[in-house]
DNA sequence: TATGAATGAGTATTCATTCAT
DNA sequence: GATGAATGAATACTCATTCAT
């Protein structure tokens, strides 16, 4: 049996003439929601629509196809989360404390926002799929995003580094942020803070080495 | 239009006599492809069994429902990653050699079996609950591996650490891994040894500061 | 060959909205009528929503799956007949007259509906067990309605007899009933009236009184 | 779940060559048991060969097709069963006597061999299946015998009736008795003799009789 | 003789999507 | 604007039956 997102069970109130821009709200609300339970060939419009409390034909009318749906979904959290990480930047700061606060309110999110995050990370990967490019935008942006940290954290060394450069880096430290999250999930006796310097402590150490010309090599 | 798995149109020599275990393994083969390449719910029994040359009553005989079919899937190339690593793991090695080696042979697995881990990291995580049983395991798995090997490291050391205490650094490091891949795969010009190279500089440089007591703490 | 059910060929009025009442009635209609010819496994719910002018989606919509349909064909049509045999007996009448007008209308009913008729005492009976609770229902539900009249008719008598122990006779007058019906639809030279008849002579008169010339005749 | 029929988990004895006649009764025993549990539809033929411990070609070889098969059942199990009552009716006595110990002997063969008669009496109604002529032939040629003995009982009266007058009585009569059946099964807290000796008042004697205390009673 | 291996053909069921009201 | 009514198209799964060995 489906563990059905819950379905509230009060009459809504069916026939009200609500703005455009607030249906389309409780509509990606309810979207992502069922998304992030069920992923999105599990999905299915009559959920959303119910959960929504709006018939299907205004789902369609507003936000169009099931994948149209999905690729709102995925844009409206990913920049949610993207905002909640740049808000938490400040530009003025020493490097490691602007990563530190990025990589805090990256944490923060993901334990406030169930959903918006399981629908980012979970269904983020499947690939063939039509919308594959817009979950490969998202992951290149955030990577871009702290590409960019990194590399400012280098351009006080001997050898400054290119954004570019960082790339590689930046994916790692994404990827290894998503887990940690996962690993989160099972083991919650931890706080936002806590993880948030785990990966401080493994990735920045490291970093640092290398941007001081300490590398490692095999034999 | 579907990216259709490559259905070799000679006619297949239908009616030959097989034993079981030679046909499970067409079967796997073949639904390996084409869910790495669909995804599970997109995937249809008649592609598998028509990539497979095989018919599909047999495919239920064998291998039991679609869900059973990704569920041996999915087990079949975790076991296989897996024993890649363990099997390039040498004990009797320096730690930091051992990391090394499993890294190093984590990405060429990766690189040499597309499908394979395809379907392990792309696929199965995207599919709600009843595989994500499978992946949990597989996931576990490897952490435990790479906690093993992290807590050896730390043998020499004045503070030892035990497997458990490691687990969230394997977590980041499998993490890292993964998504490194997932950027490779992008951006292809880079040997298997120097993707597990960038890794262990990321990681092993700073795990060896905590190891000698070096951390990194907020202001 | 299959004995197909009439097709009306004329272009069914598709896309005509009628209210989910409306439908049901007719995707009832319909499914009593190719339950009965074909039996329950027999049956296909494409011919079932061919008949009724109506696409397969909206059936299970409305009736859920071919089991539930099935199910929800036996009540209707046992309520039915059920409700023909009380219909017909004025309890203001002598014990064997109420007994007579009950006989004659089940005669009468299954005469006039053949198909309801058939889906019960011919394709209900042969399922297993899930429908078998239903037809066990019906069933028993008709001998208690027999048991009562028979009852009644002791009440005048020395020996006043209960219900309960009218059981095993109205069963055993059910079972004549209904094997009569049989008969008469390979001999169908014969009224409602004589089946009744004859059911009233063989069980209220006995066997026995009838060689002997004494026989039962309504007023 | 099906409520499976009893498979005996001893490694049946493969491979060994038993005669036809063995073979045909063994698989025969399996079919009346699986079509008496599940009937014809949901009986698979790949239970009767799991059953019979006889694998499915030696079944079309020796009984042909499913529907064969299951004609071979009906055919076998009426015989039987015919058997049985004729042999318990004894021409040498009085006709009331000679109708006690036919039911006698039915109620004692449905009794003890139910899977027999559950084939007969449940799926002997299905009409609109190709084997219904089977099925119909059985019903007929009980009923013959039956009316035989009731057109002997007329014998010595006054107004001799005929065998094919009597067919509608006998119709009747026998539907009595498997509606008794049904119930019996329900309440088994009674004999065959107490079983046969209610159908022997009900008909012979006449519910009127009983009313007024006149009942029948064997010798 | 005896069977594991093999399949064609069929069927229940679901779901995204649209239209009449 | 808002929705109940409606469906085409797709797909997992089953089963009687046959054939190579």
Redesign the pocket.
């Known amino acids: 049996m489906k563990a059905d997102v819950e379905h509230s069970d009060r009459p ?1 109130p ?5 703005p ?1 821009s607030v ?1 389309e709200r409780q509509i990606l609300d309810a979207a992502v929601d069922v998304f992030a339970a069920h992923g999105f ?9 119910e959960v929504a ?9 507003y936000l ?6 999905f690729v709102a979904c995925i844009q409206r959290e990913a920049a949610r989360l993207l905002d909640a990480i740049r808000g938490a930047v400040d530009t003025g700061l020493r490097p490691d404390q602007q990563l530190w606060r990025g990589l805090r309110s990256f944490f923060e999110y993901t334990q406030q926002y169930r959903s918006s995050w399981a629908v980012l990370h979970r269904q983020a990967n499947a690939q063939g799929e039509p919308f594959s490019i817009e979950l490969a935008q998202w992951r290149s942006r955030t990577r871009d995003v702290i590409a960019m940290l990194l590399a400012r954290a280098t351009e006080s060394a001997e050898q400054q580094m290119q954004p570019e450069q960082m790339q590689p880096f930046a994916a790692a430290l994404v990827g290894a942020g998503e887990s940690l999250v996962d690993w989160w999930l099972d083991n919650p006796d931890h706080t936002a803070d806590g993880m948030a310097m785990r990966l401080m402590n493994m990735v920045w150490m490291g970093f640092g080495d290398l941007v001081e010309g300490r590398d490692w090599k095999p034999e």
Chains 1, 2, 3, 4 share one sequence.
Request: proline fraction near 3%.
């Open positions: 809504r069916r026939t009200k003439r609500l455009r249906r060939h599990q999905a299915s419009m009559d959920e959303i629509s409390g709006i018939s299907k034909p205004m789902i369609y009318a169009g196809s099931k994948e149209e749906l």
